[in-house]
């Protein structure tokens, strides 16, 4: 069974930090893309921040560079999301995403998503 389950989240206060974490279970997690998207009430899913199957290559968004850091260990079959920095405007449901097109067609899964909250 294919599973994604994303923790770490939670309430920080301005400027505070979180660490996100992603465990992979039921493929083989070293052959997949891995991403943080997330999605404020209202607003439509986006995308954080992103790395290569093998951690090679990773990409932020705009809106997150030289605050979070992404990351996988492809032995725990996790990826990580380091928030540093956080903002009020941060604030959203946090999803993990795997995809892959090796071997075959489109795979694409998602987490069910973790709440981040940064207030006050």
């Known amino acids: 069974q294919v599973q994604l389950v994303e923790s770490g989240g939670g309430l920080v206060q301005p400027g505070g930090s979180l660490r996100l974490s992603c465990a992979a279970s039921?493929?083989?997690?070293?052959?997949?893309?891995a991403s943080w998207y997330r999605q404020a009430p209202g607003k439509e899913r986006e995308l954080v921040a992103g790395?290569?199957?093998?951690?090679?290559?990773?990409n932020y968004a705009d809106f997150v560079k030289g605050r979070f850091t992404i990351s996988r260990d492809n032995d725990k079959n996790t990826v990580y999301l380091q928030m540093n920095s956080l903002k009020p405007e941060d604030t959203a449901v946090y999803f993990c995403?795997?995809?892959?097109?090796?071997?075959?067609?489109?795979?694409?899964?998602w987490g069910q998503g973790t709440q981040v909250t940064v207030s006050s």
């Open positions: 995403n795997a995809r892959t097109t090796v071997g075959g067609p489109l795979r694409n899964y």
């Open positions: 039921g493929f083989t997690f070293s052959s997949y893309v």
């Open positions: 790395i290569t199957n093998t951690g090679g290559r990773l």
